[in-house]
């Protein structure tokens, strides 16, 4: 079983900073892609960035320039740093990996999601 735990979610003012981690544990073999995407109140979930193995990223347009995703690949763990936050930032942001895992004798590959984690962010 392998499970994904998100923290450093949390409510700010405009225009300040949060970081979130998620730290994936478990019968890991490897990481494929990791990333975040989010879900505000009456939208469809989107995503919001990602990163690759080899340490490609992706951004949407809304975050771009002011979200940096990374990963720390001794730990298991991706990171969003997200600063200039905005009101419409506010979604709870769900962590998301490919991951490769020990099943018995053989490794499978499937893609798990963590529990989510609430942004708020006021003006």
């Known amino acids: 079983q392998v499970q994904l735990v998100e923290s450093g979610g949390g409510s700010v003012q405009a225009g300040g900073s949060l970081r979130l981690s998620c730290a994936a544990s478990g019968s890991i073999f490897s990481i494929n892609a990791m990333g975040w995407y989010r879900q505000a109140p009456g939208k469809q979930r989107e995503l919001a960035a990602a990163?690759?193995?080899?340490?490609?990223?992706n951004y949407a347009d809304s975050v771009k320039g002011r979200f940096t995703i990374s990963r720390d690949n001794a730990k298991n763990t991706v990171y969003l740093q997200m600063n200039s936050l905005k009101p419409e930032d506010t979604a709870v942001y769900y962590c998301n990996a490919d991951v490769t895992y020990y099943s018995g004798t053989h490794l499978r590959q499937y893609i798990y999601w963590g529990q989510g984690t609430q942004v708020t962010v006021s003006s």
């Open positions: 990163i690759t193995s080899g340490g490609s990223t």
